[in-house]
């Protein structure tokens, strides 16, 4: 059994490893920076899909066993144009809500409180689901873990199950903070980790657990997510 200061000693000599790890990726950006007065926080790099973005932004998604009803593309919320999207299964129907990257500066802030705001929700059952995506459906292939944020909102005449996240190319999360490190990371190799805001709803009766909601939601967020992967990102 592992003591508690082996348990200690080891924790330690990880947060060192990934100190020196961080040092030497700032410190081989800093040297050229240096040299050339051009550094990768004023002068990022350009983002490279921004005609997909901005296609998606237009035409939306096409998602595999999901018929599209309804496609509105200029949607103001909380100042910003979403594409909006009605879809429907034989089982269910749900609403894309879908704000692409519009420009190298523009960066994830308040997407989710513009939301509720628009729609006046009142919240509650709030919780994070976590949900894989494979691309390449063979045995020991990568795979890109996402996690989403999970609740029930509420107005005056429906109840609706939600699920909420950024994604980007390599993964997804609903904070704001997750993405910011992605494309920190990605600005220290030259790249940007290019994003787009996801709100899936789903109409449920007002009485019912929220859990009943969550295998469509799930399954349309994988769905959501992959494409993006392959088409967008």
């Known amino acids: ?9 080891r924790y330690q000599l990880f947060k060192i490893i990934v100190i020196m790890f961080l040092l030497v990726l700032v410190g081989a950006v800093a040297i050229p920076g240096y040299s050339t007065g051009r550094w ?4 990022p790099p350009e ?13 939306g998604l096409t998602l595999p066993g999901w018929e599209v009803i309804r496609v509105q593309n200029n949607v103001l919320i909380g100042g910003h144009k979403w594409l909006v999207q009605e879809i429907k ?9 879908m704000l692409p990257q519009n420009g190298p500066k523009d960066q994830p802030q308040v997407e989710w409180l513009d939301i509720k705001g ?17 691309l390449n459906p063979v045995p020991n292939a990568k795979t890109t873990t996402i996690k989403a944020r999970f609740f029930r909102s509420r107005t005056a005449q429906h109840t609706f199950a939600v699920l ?12 704001t903070s997750s993405w910011f490190w992605e494309d920190s990371m990605a600005r220290l190799l030259n790249r940007r980790a290019s ?4 709100c899936i709803i789903v109409p449920i009766e007002p009485d019912t657990d929220i859990k009943i909601a969550e295998p469509i939601l799930k399954s349309l967020g994988e769905i959501v997510q992959a494409k993006l992967m392959a088409e967008t990102f």
Do not use: C, E
């Open 47 to 59: 983002v490279t899909n921004l005609k997909q973005l901005k296609t998606l932004r237009q035409n």
């Open 195 to 198: 994003w787009v805001a996801v």
């Open 40 to 43: 990768p926080w004023t002068n």
């Open 89 to 97: 299964n034989p089982q269910t129907m749900a609403i894309l809500l």
């Open 164 to 175: 909420q996240w950024y994604a980007w190319q390599n993964g997804g999360s609903p904070a």
């Open 1 to 9: 059994m592992i003591s508690a200061r082996k348990l200690l000693r």
């Open 118 to 134: 628009f729609h006046r929700w009142q919240i509650d059952a709030d919780r994070t689901l976590q949900f894989i995506v494979n």
